[in-house]
């Protein structure tokens, strides 16, 4: 046998629409395995014979091999956030629904107001609004009562969440942590990794704390009116 040498490398490389959709489909054939499980426990065959096979005519001997087609993937898209770029949020969604649309895939989309009251949104509502008057055209009947409720609603009709909220909330592990205390699965980093890396002064001094060479910096904690300036060390840079 020949001996092969270097590095073997798969034939494609997963995109993250393939690991998203890898993802709530695992969710979801799991959901579907235990439908059926709960399903066979509440009706037992009446004419099954001596070897534990059903010999009704048209019914399926139990070693039948299940060519039930795979269950639809349920994607919830969370979007907008307290923070001014609510827009590129708006749009981040946007752009997921049109990249995730399918027959196996059923993508919902969820609104977070700037004083994070969560809703429930029709898909159309996501195209049709823009980021200055969307708080105003929002159904007060598909608002949740709490993030908590918000998140368990997740949690009992979506097999994975994907957050696409920019700046506060959607960055700094809050909304993560929500989704965590449910247990639903979610694109992107967990609430520890997301908090520590959000402010930029506790990511450098943990960053150091682990051993990786950190650039040196100064937090400073009080607000300081007006801009800041330095002056280029090279030619052909702007001040900052």
Same mark, same amino acid.
């Given at each position: 046998?020949?001996?092969?040498?270097?590095? +073997? $490398?798969? %034939?494609?490389?997963? @995109? =993250?629409? !393939?690991?998203?959709?890898?993802?709530?489909?695992? /969710?979801?054939?799991?959901?579907?395995?235990?439908?059926? +499980? $709960?399903? %066979?426990?509440?009706? @037992? =065959?009446? !004419?099954?014979?001596?070897?534990?096979?059903?010999? /009704?005519?048209?019914?399926?001997?139990?070693?039948?091999?299940?060519?039930?087609?795979?269950?639809?993937?349920?994607? !919830?898209?969370?979007?907008?956030?307290?923070?001014?770029?609510?827009?590129?949020?708006?749009?981040?969604?946007?752009?997921?629904?049109?990249?995730?649309?399918?027959?196996?895939?059923?993508?919902?989309?969820?609104?977070?107001?700037?004083?994070?009251?969560?809703?429930?949104?029709?898909?159309?509502?996501?195209?049709?609004?823009?980021?200055?008057?969307?708080?105003?055209?929002?159904?007060?009947?598909?608002?949740?009562?709490?993030?908590?409720?918000?998140?368990?609603?997740?949690?009992?009709?979506?097999?994975?969440?994907?957050?696409?909220?920019?700046?506060?909330?959607?960055?700094?592990?809050?909304?993560?942590?929500?989704?965590?205390?449910?247990?639903?699965?979610?694109?992107?980093?967990?609430?520890?990794?997301?908090?520590?890396?959000?402010?930029?002064?506790?990511?450098?001094?943990?960053?150091?704390?682990?051993?990786?060479?950190?650039?040196?910096?100064?937090?400073?904690?009080?607000?300081?009116?007006?801009?800041?300036?330095?002056?280029?060390?090279?030619?052909?840079?702007?001040?900052?």
């Amino acid at each position: 046998m020949a001996e092969i040498r270097g590095t +073997v $490398r798969p %034939a494609c490389t997963p @995109t =993250p629409r !393939a690991l998203l959709l890898g993802a709530a489909c695992a /969710r979801a054939h799991t959901r579907g395995q235990s439908s059926r +499980v $709960r399903a %066979a426990a509440r009706k @037992t =065959p009446k !004419a099954a014979n001596a070897s534990g096979s059903d010999s /009704r005519p048209g019914v399926h001997d139990n070693n039948t091999k299940d060519v039930t087609e795979p269950p639809v993937a349920r994607v !919830a898209i969370i979007c907008g956030g307290p923070s001014e770029e609510r827009g590129i949020s708006l749009n981040s969604a946007r752009s997921l629904l049109d990249h995730l649309g399918g027959e196996r895939v059923q993508a919902r989309a969820f609104y977070v107001d700037r004083g994070l009251s969560c809703f429930a949104l029709g898909n159309a509502d996501l195209y049709s609004n823009t980021p200055s008057d969307f708080d105003y055209k929002l159904d007060p009947n598909a608002q949740f009562d709490s993030l908590q409720a918000f998140a368990q609603h997740i949690a009992d009709t979506c097999d994975v969440a994907f957050p696409a909220i920019h700046g506060p909330f959607g960055e700094d592990g809050k909304l993560q942590a929500v989704l965590e205390s449910v247990g639903v699965p979610f694109v992107g980093t967990g609430a520890d990794a997301a908090s520590n890396a959000f402010d930029k002064g506790r990511c450098a001094a943990t960053l150091a704390k682990k051993g990786f060479p950190v650039v040196p910096s100064v937090v400073l904690n009080r607000e300081i009116d007006g801009y800041l300036f330095k002056t280029p060390t090279r030619p052909g840079f702007d001040s900052l």
